[in-house]
T-cell receptor, first 114, second 112 residues
Framework: DGGITQSPKYLFRKEGQNVTLSCEQN?????MYWYRQDPGQGLRLIYY???????QKGDIAEGYSVSREKKESFPLTVTSAQKNPTAFYLC?????????????FGPGTRLTVL | GNSVTQMEGPVTLSEEAFLTINCTYT??????LFWYVQYPGEGLQLLLK?????DKGSNKGFEATYRKETTSFHLEKGSVQVSDSAVYFC???????????FGTGTLLAVQP
């Protein structure tokens, strides 16, 4: 079955540590996205990538980094520079340049900083 | 800039009641519009979409009509079920950047 997988489902981090969230898709989609979701708020875009080896900052990129070395993978690193990293992180993908730009979402990773 | 405004929740209904969740948008041009649903502890799933004015998106008994004159895309369902309890997000596609812009979400709680 095609889809998007995120791992782990729950992640705990001590303050001052970097942590990497995994996102893999087998939909053959060109574009991939990372969102952050906080209680009572909508989704905020962190980073996105339209093609391999290229990515752009979203609205809240500070304290985060990404890489796109393979089409199917788009890992997100939450660095110690991110002041309030506890949140629910969602990865998504879509076919590039489609008018309706339907995005398919993974199940999410809940990150808690202890 | 482009934006989406949704009615604040929570919306609490009894089973079989009629549902409306309001969504209005601000955008240049004619963006594509979406409703996504998020069940507890899960990612988002596309519920329905519309790509041009007067289009009606529908799925699982839910409907929404793209109203250009009122810049709205209200979500409706004639008879809700307990299993419809979830958070619903309205979103638009920004034509210039190809990014999705989401509303803040509306929590729907359906009681038996």
């Amino acid at each position: 079955d095609g889809g998007i997988t995120q791992s782990p489902k729950y992640l705990f981090r001590k303050e001052g540590q970097n942590v990497t969230l995994s996102c893999e898709q087998n939909l053959n989609h060109d574009a991939m996205y990372w969102y952050r979701q906080d209680p009572g708020q909508g989704l905020r875009l962190i980073y996105y990538s339209q093609i391999v080896n290229d990515f752009q900052k979203g609205d809240i990129a500070e304290g985060y980094s990404v890489s796109r070395e393979k089409k199917e993978s788009f890992p997100l690193t939450v660095t110690s520079a991110q002041k309030n990293p506890t949140a629910f992180y969602l990865c998504a993908s879509s076919i590039r340049d489609r008018l309706d730009n339907e995005q398919f979402f993974g199940p999410g990773t809940r990150l808690t900083v202890l | 800039g482009n934006s989406v405004t949704q009615m604040e929740g929570p919306v609490t209904l009894s089973e079989e009641a009629f549902l409306t969740i309001n969504c209005t948008y601000t955008a240049t041009g004619y963006p594509s519009l979406f409703w996504y649903v998020q069940y507890p502890g899960e990612g988002l799933q596309l519920l329905l979409k519309a790509t041009k004015a007067d289009d009606k998106g529908s799925n699982k008994g839910f409907e929404a009509t793209y109203r250009k004159e009122t810049t709205s895309f209200h979500l409706e369902k004639g008879s809700v079920q307990v299993s419809d309890s979830a958070v619903y997000f309205c979103a638009l596609r920004d034509g210039a950047t190809n990014k999705l812009i989401f509303g803040t979400g509306t929590l729907l709680a359906v009681q038996p």
